[in-house]
Structures are given as structure tokens and as C-alpha cells.
């Protein structure tokens, strides 16, 4: 088949992860795969390593920003129907918003002049309305987000959650939807790493060997709920001397969060690792001992099966697609914004190694399947195929 993913901008995050994966699958099996996304541009740094010697072709247009700008999106859009017909594929997919909307417009303008029988598949990675914006925001974003589904044929949701929700609004039918997990590279998450790197990066730190490490990956950036993490902080660190706190990210906010830590007297228990590379992580929560995510509003936030993978217990808001697969015996889930639950659960974990032990065991176990990125692709490419019946390979 020949296929073009669309995505708005290739940062380090989860749902670019999830598509550049995907490409490399797709075309390692033998299918014509093109990327089109736009510039990464902000302070989340960039994954076009990623797109170099993997099988497939890459194209940015430049115009494709995250923000709205009518300027710009006009001339993305043309953009992208300029290469669609040259490429006329067979299947556009897309991802996050803008792509998700301006690809969408676009492959059904070309199929339509071409009369072809190309098919738009939209992934479902979040969503852009959500209880933490106005009223008047989320109503726009349903309205376009329902227009788009008009020219919609097939979705592939990384949640049964994001599903859900999508439905809830008006978005297409239950029949449509496919949920494809997101894939993650796991070796490197499964086989450990050296011990001396793990003393290194915690030497590093200013992380003794004895500390039990209570590690954060997300952005520094609005809705990631740092600031609950770091009140829980202000009650757990008189209980226990032996344990710090460590950020991974980085993001807008970020001299917001240390200034509060600051006013905490919370300083020298909380560590900053900056923007760390993908190929790292697997290090990085190797070298901790608990995953603490306090994300508001994600689809389903590929560091909870890393985690897992790694053998780390996580503690998690129970937002989205968390607890499919976060539970009692993986970890902890607790109600968004309950500083106590937090508190308490991350205290459960801390003064108990042998339960951290055994629910990051369980949840390795749980997740190891479902998160392969074989499992993901063949998802997907059935989707692919179950659209296009008559597709001869």
C-alpha cells in the first residue's frame, strides 16, 4: 500500500513516538510509507534523528504549526494537497490536532478530484477538547473535530478511553473505532541496565544509592501536575529522609515549579535532569525506584507501560486511558488532584521495597504483549486492510 502518515511537529513526545514507530513497521514490511509533518520548533526538542536510513521518505512543511494561525494554515494546506496528489496514496493517516484537521480537509480534496478510493484513518492520540479549557474552546474544537469526522473513515485510538470520549461527543461511530496501544521499543526497558550507569547518572544527580528515587517524566508545562507532586513532597519528605524527587523534562513552566520548590525549602530533595534523549529513558527509570504521574489530561501516557517495563511500580492520576493499565495490582491509581491519595500511596511504596518489587514484576507482565510495536502495527494494518478489501500484497 502506499501510505502517508501527517502529523503537526516531530518533538520528543508520545504520540510522535507512536507514528515514527509505526512508519518504520509499516515500511519494513514492505509498504510505500511517507511522513509529512511540520518544523519542530519550542524548547521539546526534535525526533528527525529518528526518520534517518528508517525506510521511509520524510517531508516537512514548514507552515504547519501547533498554534492557530489562518495565515499559515491556509498555506499548510495547500501544502499538503499539493503533495497528496502528487503521491495519491491509498491510505492518509493522521495525528494530533492541526495535522488531524488540516490532513483530513486536505486527503478528502484530493481523493474527491482524483476519484480514488483513498481512505483517511485519523489516530486518536488525545483530544483537544477537555474540562480544562472554556466552555466557548471546547465547543469550537467538537465543531471542527465533528466536520472532520465527515471525512473520516476509519479511527485508531491509542485508549478504549480516548474512544469513549470521542463517541460522547458526536465523533464518528463505535464501528470506526480500533484501539491500538502505543507502541514501545522495549528491549532496552526488559534487559536492564549496567549498574555502574545507573550509579553514574545518580552520582550525577546528587542521588545517593540509598534514596528511593520518585521519578516524574512529562513536560514542564501546564496540566502535567508537577504542583500536586510537589505538595505531596511538602508532607512525605519530614516522613522520609531517604527519599528525593526527580523531574525529567523540560518545558514553559519550568522556573515556576523551581521557584515553588524553592518557597517549599524543598531544594535539595528535588533533582532536574533537563531535556533527556528517548534512548534514555529506559535508563533514567531503571535508576529510580517509583513513577509518579500527575498528568490532568493525556490519552494514555506512554511512560506508565515503560515504567512497567522497566519493573517500576507507577502512581497515577486516574485521567483517560490510565487505567487500562494502572491498578491495584501495577500500581496505584488515585483521583486527579487528591494531594492525600498521593501522598499516601506514594508513602505505601516508598517504606515497602518488596511491594515495589512485586508490582513492577505484575505490571512487566501485563504489559509486555500489548505494548510490542508488532502488536501495534498489526492493529493498525489491518485496519488498513479491512478498508481497502480488494489490496493484493
Known amino acids: 500500500m502506499k501510505i502517508v502518515h501527517i502529523i503537526t511537529r516531530l518533538i520528543l513526545g508520545g504520540a510522535q513516538e507512536n507514528t515514527l514507530i509505526t512508519c518504520k513497521e509499516l515500511a519494513a514490511r514492505g509498504h510505500d510509507v ?5 518544523p519542530a520548533i519550542g524548547a521539546e526538542g526534535q525526533l528527525f534523528d529518528w526518520t534517518v536510513d528508517a525506510g521511509y521518505r520524510t517531508l516537512v512543511v514548514n507552515e504547519m504549526r501547533r498554534e492557530i494561525n489562518p495565515r499559515l494554515d491556509l498555506k499548510a494546506y495547500r501544502q499538503l494537497k499539493k503533495i497528496l496528489l502528487e503521491l495519491k496514496p ?38 483537544s477538547f477537555h474540562e480544562y479549557q472554556s466552555r466557548l474552546k471546547n465547543k469550537l474544537y467538537i465543531a471542527v473535530e465533528r466536520q472532520a469526522s465527515k471525512r473520516t473513515d476509519a479511527y485508531v485510538a491509542v485508549a478504549d478511553t480516548m474512544t469513549e470520549k470521542s463517541l460522547a461527543v458526536g465523533l464518528g461511530t463505535p464501528e470506526q473505532y480500533t484501539t491500538a496501544y502505543s507502541a514501545i521499543e522495549e528491549e532496552a526497558y526488559i534487559a536492564g ?21 520518585l521519578v516524574t517524566i512529562a513536560r514542564l508545562a501546564e496540566l502535567k501536575g508537577h504542583e500536586y507532586i510537589i505538595e505531596s513532597a511538602k508532607q512525605l519528605a519530614p516522613r522520609f529522609a531517604d527519599c528525593v524527587w526527580l523531574f525529567v523534562g523540560d518545558g514553559n513552566i519550568s522556573d515556576m515549579i523551581k521557584h515553588e520548590i524553592s518557597l517549599a525549602n524543598l531544594w535539595f530533595r528535588f533533582k532536574f535532569t533537563g531535556m533527556v534523549e528517548p534512548e534514555e529513558i529506559p535508563m533514567v527509570l531503571h535508576a529510580s525506584d517509583i513513577l509518579v504521574h500527575c498528568s490532568l489530561r493525556e490519552g494514555l501516557a506512554r511512560v506508565l507501560p515503560q515504567a512497567m517495563l522497566a519493573g517500576k511500580p507507577a502512581v497515577s492520576f486516574d485521567i483517560d486511558g490510565a487505567k487500562e493499565v494502572v491498578n491495584e495490582n501495577t500500581g496505584r491509581l488515585i483521583e486527579p488532584g487528591n494531594v492525600e491519595q498521593l501522598t499516601e500511596a506514594c508513602a505505601e511504596l516508598i517504606a515497602d521495597k518488596d511491594l515495589r518489587i512485586r508490582l513492577g514484576q505484575n505490571g512487566r507482565q501485563s504489559v509486555v504483549k500489548q505494548f510490542a510495536p508488532e502488536t501495534m502495527v498489526d492493529t493498525i494494518e489491518g485496519v488498513y486492510k479491512k478498508l481497502l478489501p480488494n489490496y493484493a500484497p
Do not use: Y
Open 193 to 213: 541496565v549496567d549498574e555502574r550507569r545507573i550509579k553514574d547518572f545518580r552520582r550525577k544527580h546528587g542521588i545517593s544509592e540509598e534514596a528511593v528515587v
Open 90 to 127: 491509498d491510505i492518509v493517516h493522521t495525528h494530533s490536532a492541526k495535522a488531524g484537521v488540516l490532513g483530513r480537509f486536505a486527503a478528502d480534496k484530493v481523493r474527491r478530484k482524483l476519484k480514488s478510493n483513498c481512505k483517511i484513518v485519523h489516530g486518536v492520540h488525545g483530544l
Open 34 to 38: 511517507t511522513l509529512i509533518t511540520g
